[in-house]
């Protein structure tokens, strides 16, 4: 499939807006939480938090009602075997099949999605990462530092 893309900078790095309908959004992507392993102190796995099946209802009854809206973005990462952008940068091309997109951002609102049974009324804001590293995306899933106040301490 085909989307137009917006690119954007942040100090962070160069990033591409989306917009796509949901239910594509799911087939393509899959969540691969961290899971901790106590006999050997260390974690493994990839950068998200073990899906909260409560959080998961709650957003798929919200899907229900008439006010239900998504407008913050979901955060993809997608490899570049899986993608081709035309020559200016405002067009993507995704190849193949599968859960080729990895879930940076948004893995409770899109399982909450799947569960509503409501896709066909949503099309979702998409931030993709292309080609980005582990490391990159794990550090854009992290809270936002924006929101934490500053200490006013010297």
Known sequence: MKFRLTPFSQPAGDFHLAVMPAGYVIDISTADPRQYDPDRFRSTG???RTLSESRVREIADYCGTPDSAFPTAVILAV????????DDGTEVEFAGTGKFANIVDGQHRLAGLAKSGNLERFHL???LLLDATLEEQALLSQPSMASRPRSTRP
């Open 125 to 127: 804001p998409v931030v």
């Open 46 to 48: 990839g950068i998200q």
């Open 79 to 86: 490899g570049g075997e899986h993608y081709r952008l035309n």
